[in-house]
Each structure stands twice: as structure tokens, then as C-alpha cells.
């Protein structure tokens, strides 16, 4: 089947501008992550949603970071007035767990943002 | 704080030779204990786990082995194979949905 798709793939944006990242999880996940990961460097976590529900946001950067599930499926990343310390590429990842073994994740291939 | 990190960034190895990498964690209240592979230009993928109360653990061709003592985790590949070539991440998870990952080490097989 499908895995988890993520769209762009690549994005370049002016400093300044808002961005939006889109990613469509694995068909009846519940359980959807968003993590950013620094060239060179592991993911780190930035958001966790059970269905529609943003359980954890405690990763995200700033309030310019803003994420949102709002059927339960397709989720939206948005960054406003992007700076070039946001410059990394963005991970999405599902999971039909919804408690217990949760790091059994499936990741999509990312969007890499570049602020210019 | 927590820290997850690994002894070497690089590891060189030759087609068929075993492979081990390394991977030191700092707090110790971690569930369980996971080896992820990322080839270029794609999303982590799951390889194996441990949980906090084995000491070893074999997949396919892998192996895990955890040291609580010493807090060390290592991911050892038999027989490594140029499609194993990646970056490869430790991680642990300490429950909810509180995942930290290492920095990475990339594997490099030469032909």
C-alpha cells in the first residue's frame, strides 16, 4: 500500500513568507508526528496529533510554527514569516498505535525548506 | 536533559565484513531503545527495538545489543551489504509519544 506521503518536496522561500507543508499519512493511522531535522542531524520532535486532536505541541519553535489535522487525516504544517533558522527538512510520520509501542513510526521523505 | 549520541559520525566498512555502530544515551527512564536507517532523500525507516529489560535482540541479519550498565546501545550487521549504506539513528523512547533520536552515523560499504 501507499505510504506517507509528504508535498512539496522541495521549498524555497523568501525570508519573511509563509510556508505550508502538507502531509498525507498512511490510510488509518491515527497517529501523526511532525519533526524537523537539521542537516547533519537526527529529527526532533515538533508536534503529535491522536485523529483531529494535537495532543503534544511542545516541540514547536515558536508561535510562527502552527500545525492542524482538522479531519483526522491530512495534516498541514505552517510556518509564518519563515527565517533562515527554519531552513531544514520537515518529517512526517504515522502510526497506527495510539498508546504503548508509539515509536513505531513510518516516515514520509520530508520537504526541505530553504529560507533565502 | 536527555542526549542521545553516537561514538563515531562515519563508518567505513567493506562489502560482506560485519558492521557495528554505537550509540550512548544518558537517561536511563527510557522504555524501550530503537535502531532507524535514512537513506538519501528519504524518511527514517524502523529497523529493530529493545525494550529496557533485554540485553539483546536479533532481526534480519541484525543485531542489537544494550547495555544498561554502561548505558551504551550497538547495532551490529552481518554481512554488510552496499544497500545497507545510509545514515543510521539510535533512539529512545521513554512512553507517550516522547522520541529522541541521535545524531547519526552514516555507514559507507565499499564494493
Known amino acids: 500500500g501507499a505510504g506517507v506521503s509528504q508535498s512539496p518536496r522541495y521549498k524555497v522561500a523568501k525570508r519573511g513568507q509563509d510556508v505550508a507543508l502538507r502531509c498525507d499519512p498512511i490510510s488509518g493511522h491515527v497517529s501523526l508526528f511532525w519533526y524537523q531535522q537539521a542537516l547533519g542531524q537526527g529529527p526532533e520532535f515538533l508536534t503529535y496529533?491522536?485523529?483531529?486532536?494535537?495532543?503534544?505541541k511542545s516541540g514547536l519553535p515558536s508561535d510562527r510554527f502552527f500545525a492542524e489535522r482538522p479531519e483526522g487525516s491530512v495534516s498541514t504544517l505552517k510556518i509564518q514569516r519563515t527565517q533562515q533558522e527554519d531552513s531544514a527538512v520537515y518529517l512526517c510520520?504515522?502510526?497506527?498505535?495510539?498508546?504503548?509501542?508509539?515509536?513505531?513510526?513510518?516516515f514520509g521523505p520530508g520537504t526541505r525548506l530553504t529560507v533565502t | 536533559g536527555e542526549s542521545v549520541g553516537l561514538h563515531l559520525p562515519t563508518l567505513s566498512v567493506q562489502e560482506g565484513d560485519n558492521s557495528i555502530i554505537n550509540c550512548a544515551y544518558s537517561n536511563s527512564a527510557s522504555d524501550y531503545f530503537i535502531w532507524y536507517k535514512q537513506e538519501s532523500g528519504k524518511g527514517p525507516q524502523f529497523i529493530i527495538d529493545?525494550?529496557?529489560?533485554?540485553d539483546k535482540r536479533q532481526g534480519q541479519r541484525v543485531t542489537v545489543l544494550l547495555n544498561k550498565t554502561v548505558k551504551h546501545l550497538s547495532l551490529q550487521i552481518a554481512a554488510t551489504q552496499p544497500g545497507d549504506s545510509a545514515v543510521y539513528f539510535c533512539?529512545?523512547?521513554?512512553?507517550?509519544?516522547?522520541?529522541?533520536f541521535g545524531a547519526g552515523t552514516r555507514l559507507t560499504v565499499k564494493p
Open positions: 529493545i525494550r529496557s529489560n533485554m
Open positions: 496529533f491522536q485523529n483531529e486532536a494535537q495532543l503534544d
Open positions: 533512539a529512545v523512547y521513554r512512553g507517550n509519544n516522547d522520541m529522541r
Open positions: 510520520a504515522s502510526s497506527f498505535v495510539t498508546s504503548g509501542s508509539l515509536y513505531e513510526q513510518y
